[in-house]
């Protein structure tokens, strides 16, 4: 789904971010713990969405991770 991000959010623990989205807003959803540098990498642009305004293509697993964003 197309969307922009309202916040980002990450803490000091592996494979820990979030977002929350736009278009569904129920809260911050977690980006799937599959690897780490792939939670970084779609941390990175989640974080560049938000900061430059522009909308996202997140998908979803069944349950609720994000898996994946494309700007």
């Not at 922009?4 to 592996?14: C, D, E, F, K």
Request: proline letters at 3%; glycine letters at 6%; zero cysteines.
């Amino acid at each position: 789904m197309w969307t922009l991000i309202n916040q980002t959010y990450t803490t000091h623990h592996g494979q820990n971010a979030w977002a929350s989205l736009a278009t569904n807003n129920t809260g911050y959803r977690k980006i799937a713990p599959s690897a780490p540098d792939g939670v970084t990498n779609v941390f990175l642009i989640l974080v560049t969405a938000r900061a430059t305004g522009k909308q996202v293509y997140v998908d979803s697993n069944a349950q609720n991770q994000i898996t994946a964003a494309y700007l």
